[in-house]
């Protein structure tokens, strides 16, 4: 063969090579809404975890398209029992924190938003996530529930995306999580009603061992951080 | 009658399969998974109806766009030389290497509400691009206008400027060259960069969602239909896949038919 023919097959044997590159350190699957807890439990573990932070069912998608991860955080119980009926969680899920719908508002509250009623008015930009995700669902459930007329402008493919689009000021109000109004020093506008739309946080050892991840976010020191980023603790 | 056909060197017949390859196994693959029994089903339902209506009018308008404004820079690039116009070619590239989601979001810092410039379009025109059908043709002619601008910039180049002088010699003003010498000269790669910016904008996903938002109807495209449908009903993601693979691969292959054989 000659040498020039050679190259592509070099390519090749390269790429290759990079796609086996894996390492052994502890793989985190978690929902988006944990963005900012990240750092905190780096900082508190031995061995910082890698984390592949994305959507809940993005994430049960992933595994099921064979991703490697030692530990699921999903953001609802929807979506962990999803990955516990396709047989890719085998541990029993524990629930490591809550987190509630709050009504937030652009930085100095120029719709002069007041209650999630105003979430119907027209003239105002207004953001929700998508259905297809958890904290879509709970605001679908709210509306459902408290018969909202929502004239929502987007829905967001993510919480995150929402919440950055409200702190921008692009959006004048959205629903969207405690825990990503608390991170983004988001304004919410207290509304008793929404108190009742609560999501679990379900977590899962993938490899049948404890997970050190999982422990930590169960002790006392983990409360701690989960509360200092909006969560409830169970 | 045209000698037989040499056979091709292994040194270019190897990368070129593997080129095929890597091009043909996804279409491949997805085609495989389609959920072709509930495939008309699928892409019949109001949602995905929609987001059909919302691509077709985004791409369409957003490729007369780069036609109306990317030619004239084109021929500009092509018949101007110096250091501005070097630097006016980086940013006409600039959108083909930025990541579309960067794009989207420095679309937003540009022109969203509070955004440099937006913030006068909506003080002084009432004009809010972000989270409309405007909004998404705006980030579409983004990302597209490059197909367009260097494959016509290109062209002209190629052509060079000999008929213009000669048309200039014969008494035409530029703007008559423009029109009736270098328009029809040129007809071929206008039609391949209308054609190639279109598929950009049709497939166009991470500068729309970022800048426009999602909203059935309104600024939910295909891609950005499927994108969301992969996480709870990936095979209606698939389905949105084949069709978005339909529509473009007959629209260029009646464009190549008509005006890009050559």
């Given amino acids: 063969?000659?040498?020039?023919?050679?190259?592509?097959?070099?390519?090749?044997?390269?790429?290759?090579?990079?796609?086996?590159g894996a390492d052994a350190s502890t793989v985190v699957?978690?929902?988006?809404?944990?963005?900012?807890?990240?750092?905190?439990?780096?900082?508190?573990?031995?061995?910082?975890?890698?984390?592949?932070?994305?959507?809940?069912?993005?994430?049960?998608?992933?595994?099921?398209?064979?991703?490697?991860?030692?530990v699921l955080i999903t953001a609802d119980e929807t979506t962990m029992a999803a990955a516990v009926a396709e047989g890719l969680v085998t541990s029993e899920p524990v629930t490591v924190a809550t987190n509630r719908l709050v009504l937030a508002v652009a930085p100095g509250n120029p719709g002069s938003v007041t209650s999630v009623d105003d979430l119907s008015d027209e003239r105002l930009l207004i953001g929700l996530c998508s259905v297809e995700v958890p904290c879509g669902r709970l605001a679908a459930e709210a509306r459902g529930r408290l018969g909202l007329d929502l004239a929502a402008d987007t829905e967001e493919p993510n919480v995150r995306s929402l919440a950055r689009k409200i702190a921008a000021g692009e959006l004048d109000a959205g629903l969207i999580y405690a825990t990503d109004a608390a991170d983004l020093d988001l304004t919410t506008v207290d509304d008793e009603v929404l108190g009742v739309f609560v999501t679990d946080y379900l977590a899962a050892s993938?490899?049948?061992?404890?997970?050190?991840?999982?422990?930590?976010?169960?002790?006392?020191?983990?409360?701690?951080?989960?509360?200092?980023?909006?969560?409830?603790?169970? | 009658m045209s000698a037989p056909p040499r056979p091709t060197p292994p040194a270019i017949a190897v990368p070129a399969a593997l080129a095929v390859a890597l091009l043909a196994l996804p279409v491949v693959g997805l085609l495989q998974r389609a959920p072709w029994s509930t495939l008309l089903e699928r892409l019949t339902s109001t949602e995905i109806l929609d987001a059909i209506r919302v691509s077709v009018t985004v791409s369409v308008v957003a490729a007369l766009l780069c036609l109306a404004l990317g030619l004239p820079l084109a021929w500009i690039l092509a018949r101007h030389e110096g250091r501005s116009i070097a630097v006016l070619r980086i940013l006409v590239l600039l959108p083909m290497v930025l990541p579309p989601v960067v794009g989207g979001t420095a679309l937003l810092f540009a022109l969203g509400r509070r955004g440099l410039f937006g913030e006068w379009l909506n003080r002084w025109f009432g004009v809010t691009l972000p989270f409309t059908t405007a909004g998404a043709v705006v980030a579409a002619t983004f990302v597209a206008l490059p197909f367009f601008v260097t494959t016509v910039e290109s062209a002209l180049r190629d052509e060079g400027p000999a008929l213009d002088e000669a048309a200039a010699l014969a008494g035409a003003s530029p703007w008559q060259t423009f029109v009736h010498v270098t328009l029809p000269a040129l007809r071929g790669s206008i039609a391949a960069g209308v054609a190639l910016s279109w598929a950009r904008a049709l497939g166009e996903f991470g500068a729309t969602i970022t800048f426009a938002g999602s909203l059935g109807g309104r600024t939910r495209t295909l891609p950005v239909e499927a994108f969301l449908a992969l996480?709870?009903?990936?095979?209606?993601?698939?389905?949105?896949?084949?069709?978005?693979?339909?529509i473009s691969l007959s629209v260029l292959a009646v464009l190549r038919g008509r005006w890009l054989d050559r």
């Fill in chain 1, 1 to 20: 063969m000659s040498r020039t023919a050679l190259t592509p097959l070099l390519l090749v044997a390269g790429l290759a090579a990079a796609g086996c």
């Fill in chain 2, 231 to 246: 996480e709870q009903d990936p095979e209606t993601a698939i389905a949105v896949s084949v069709l978005l693979l339909a």
């Fill in chain 1, 206 to 234: 993938l490899n049948g061992e404890p997970s050190p991840v999982i422990e930590f976010l169960r002790s006392p020191q983990g409360r701690l951080l989960l509360t200092a980023e909006g969560f409830v603790t169970p």
């Fill in chain 1, 29 to 70: 699957m978690a929902p988006s809404s944990f963005t900012g807890l990240t750092a905190g439990i780096d900082a508190a573990l031995d061995d910082e975890p890698d984390w592949i932070i994305a959507g809940s069912n993005r994430l049960v998608r992933q595994l099921a398209d064979g991703a490697r991860a030692d």
